[in-house]
């Protein structure tokens, strides 16, 4: 019995991500579709509205309590991945502007567009850390990322929707805070942390994987509140295919891209997380503010894709270990 019990541990270890996002997607499905169930399910969705954000913050402190800070500086592949960031961004609005696209296929490349104009997630420096990658890279180009997006959303989004009227700085700012504050109050605490509450950091840091756990927890969460937005998108299930579509080859992409990029450096798994492992929180909420509703189904599929390709790469890098 004991040796079973740890069995099913250890898959639910090893296959953490994709297990989270199966619970997510089941947990949603029978609160949705089991109607005694409405009412519990409707009093707690504030609740995990809320509890989110904390995740968020937690996670990402108890990253941070493992950065040095001494190390947090630009390096020549975070210019190249820039590049190739803000490339696919002209790319598709410029096809936007030049075919005069509207409808069904403007719905589509906003879908797209959100999926690429978002910054890298934080989170991803917790992936990067699992497959060996360098944390204090992953972590400057984060902060980097959240600047291009920050750039380019007010630039880019008038130009394909002409009822779009955003002053620079104002977006510029707003969008700025809304992301790097998730960044900066949890990397100031951790800062402080860890250089004045020694006996604190070394309990933090002490718990293996914590933040890799916490992460997964999230992403129950997180796929949860993406399946209910793709069951209630007021469109067909043949065009959510197709986004949902777009999106896996779009993920697939821009990961390869980030490696291929990546490998000049050695820097294969850090590049390929900061081109392919995006914000979608963020890529959702500039969707639902700035472009037609619908396209926020994009960046709701794109994260099971990144999640997917995330499990594919510890499962490889488990293999290594392995052997």
């Known amino acids: 019995m004991f040796n079973v019990q740890r069995s099913m541990f250890n898959v639910i270890k090893d296959w953490a991500l994709p297990v989270a996002m199966l619970f997510g997607a089941v947990a949603y499905l029978v609160f949705a579709f089991v109607p005694v169930l409405d009412a519990p399910g409707d009093a707690m969705a504030p609740f995990f509205d809320a509890i989110l954000p904390l995740f968020m913050f937690l996670i990402l402190f108890v990253t941070f309590c493992k950065v040095d800070f001494h190390r947090l500086l630009p390096v020549a592949w975070h210019w190249w991945v820039a590049a190739f960031q803000v490339l696919f961004i002209f790319a598709i609005v410029g096809a936007i502007i030049a075919f005069d ?18 910054p890298t997630a934080a989170a991803a ?23 291009i997006t920050a750039a380019l959303v007010p630039v880019c989004f008038p130009l394909i929707d002409k009822s779009i009227h955003l002053g620079f700085w104002p977006s510029f700012w707003m969008i700025l805070y809304k992301v790097c504050m998730v960044l900066v109050l949890p990397m100031g605490l951790a800062y402080v942390v860890k250089h004045h509450l020694h006996r604190f950091h070394r309990w933090v840091i002490s718990i293996k994987d914590l933040s890799f756990y ?3 927890v999230s992403l129950t969460i997180v796929t949860g509140t993406t399946v209910k937005n793709i069951v209630h998108a007021d469109t067909s299930a043949a065009f959510i295919l197709l986004i949902a579509f777009l999106a896996m080859i779009l993920c697939i992409i ?3 891209v980030g490696r291929y990029v990546g490998h000049f450096f050695g820097r294969t798994v850090e590049a390929g997380q900061a081109l392919g492992q995006k914000n979608t929180a963020f890529a959702i909420w500039i969707a639902y503010t700035y472009l037609n509703p619908l396209s926020s189904v994009g960046p709701g599929c794109y994260i099971l894709w990144q999640n997917c390709v ?3 790469e510890l499962w490889q890098k488990r293999k290594e270990k392995m052997k």
């Open 254 to 256: 821009q990961f390869a």
């Open 125 to 147: 420096a917790v992936v990067t850390t699992k497959l060996g990658g360098n944390l204090e890279e992953m972590t400057t180009y984060t902060f980097i990322t959240n600047f």
């Open 310 to 312: 995330n499990s594919v």
């Open 101 to 118: 696209i509207i409808g069904d296929n403007l719905i589509l490349l906003e879908a797209i567009l959100t999926c690429i104009i978002g």
């Open 214 to 216: 916490m992460w997964a």
